[in-house]
């Protein structure tokens, strides 16, 4: 598609948009984009969320289109009824998926998703491929709009809460392993999995569908999609893909496997595919090593808000380990932590903080773990890393790997590994 063709359909997008009445349901970064989006096409926006209006969906028939954010659920009895009566549904996804002229490369799993997507950025751009991080982990994908042609990529991090009412599926859809998650939000694990595999369902036969064969719940994936199906697999990972990484963890290798794969659909050559697997250091609070102060060192995972991410980061290490567990509940389960935790010799000390910490030092009741629980409470993260500092032995790993939410102490996850980050540097200055 050639630039003109471009401006030519966002400017019939312009006419569709033009003095419409439309609804953002929710002011997130995602609603801000939506916004500045609309605006920009002469759309008559209106923003309705509870932060601040507590009957921000009372009228929601007055308006022609809704744009739904990804907090906010499809099925809400207000909504179905604006739509009932006429009223368009959409989300910022969907009109993406709808305007975006470029290949679309979209990413989902449980956890890894960041990983994955930012490890193929990296291999396309190696490749100088026009190539875009968007949404979650990257830019906001709207405003990418005006940028992208038909050569361009765009690469999309993809939450079961974007996919629930998406009607189209990327390009190349990458499905990692996909356990349980958010069930504070989604009716059950059912609802999460069917969500997700919207990633595949709408493809057409010149699209790919790139799996994990290493679990059966992506398998599934496999036999909807619309695409061409590619397995990909840890185990069969060419030994030069695993040799001599700066990404730690055995289950990063996962995250790999899927990059290359798609780097080799795209038939980026197989060099710059290994230089940029070798020269990945891994996301921003995921497993990421902060320092190593008098022999112990402090690695900050604090993305992990789920028990499988958890015990990914506990299975990635052989040495001592100490690790900072809890937060507040998604009405996770827990007992598969407590067996692997209890099975893994070399964890020597739990650390329990949080509004969860009890449901979580449960999940050790009846099994033979020998090391040491530790509950701190509701504490600041200066005394939680002192702490973890002083019963770590020389050669040792703390490990924030919380296998919770953060809201009930932190911001988000993000301020609570800053948090911690902060504090491990503090330690070290002060030795």
């Known amino acids: 598609m050639s630039n003109l063709n471009v401006r030519f359909n966002l400017l019939i997008y312009n006419m569709d948009y033009k003095n419409k009445k439309i609804a953002i349901l929710g002011y997130g970064i995602e609603g801000q984009d939506v916004e500045k989006y609309l605006k920009s096409h002469g759309a008559n926006v209106t923003i309705l969320d509870k932060k601040f209006d507590e009957n921000y969906l009372g009228h929601l028939k007055d308006f022609e289109i809704i744009v739904r954010s990804p907090g906010v659920r499809f099925d809400l009895p207000e909504i179905l009824d604006a739509k009932n009566n006429g009223v368009k549904i959409t989300s910022a996804i969907n009109i993406f998926f709808e305007e975006c002229p470029a290949k679309i490369i979209g990413v989902t799993g449980t956890k890894g998703k960041g990983t994955a997507s930012t490890l193929i950025y990296e291999i396309l751009k190696s490749d100088n491929q026009d190539v875009y991080l968007a949404g979650n982990i990257g830019k906001p994908y709207l405003e990418l709009l005006p940028k992208l042609n038909k050569n361009s990529f ?82 069969s990972l060419d030994s030069k893909f695993k040799e001599y990484l700066l990404l730690r963890g055995e289950h990063n290798l996962e995250n790999i496997a899927a990059a290359v794969a798609v780097g080799r659909i795209l038939n980026v050559d197989e060099e710059k595919i290994l230089e940029s697997v070798k020269n990945f250091k891994g996301l921003e609070h995921r497993l990421e090593l902060v320092a190593t102060i008098d022999g112990k060192s402090f690695y900050n995972d604090s993305f ?33 932590l407590g067996k692997v935790i209890s099975e893994k010799k070399n964890v020597q000390n739990i650390i329990l903080i949080g509004q969860i910490r009890q449901k979580i030092a449960d999940s050790f009741k009846g099994l033979p773990f020998k090391g040491q629980i530790i509950d701190l409470g509701i504490s600041d993260m200066p005394t939680i890393v002192k702490k973890a500092s002083e019963v770590t032995p020389k050669g040792g790993v703390v490990i924030l790997s919380p296998a919770a939410a953060s809201f009930d102490m932190f911001e988000n996850y993000k301020d609570r590994g800053n948090q911690f980050k902060e504090a491990v540097q503090s330690l070290g200055e002060d030795k």
């Open 154 to 235: 765009v690469i999309l991090e993809m939450s079961s809460f974007q996919l629930i009412d998406m009607d189209k599926s990327p390009h190349i859809a990458v499905v990692l392993n996909i356990t349980i998650d958010h069930l504070d939000w989604h009716t059950d694990r059912a609802e999460y999995v069917d969500a997700k595999k919207n990633i595949v369902i709408h493809q057409s036969p010149s699209d790919f569908a790139i799996i994990n064969e290493d679990y059966e719940t992506p398998k599934i994936f496999a036999k909807v999609a619309g695409g061409k199906v590619i397995l990909f697999s840890k185990s």
């Open 304 to 336: 992990a808000t789920g028990p499988q991410p958890t015990i990914a980061a506990i299975k990635s290490f052989t040495e001592p380990e100490t690790i900072i567990l809890g937060g507040s509940d998604k009405g996770l389960d827990y007992s598969e």
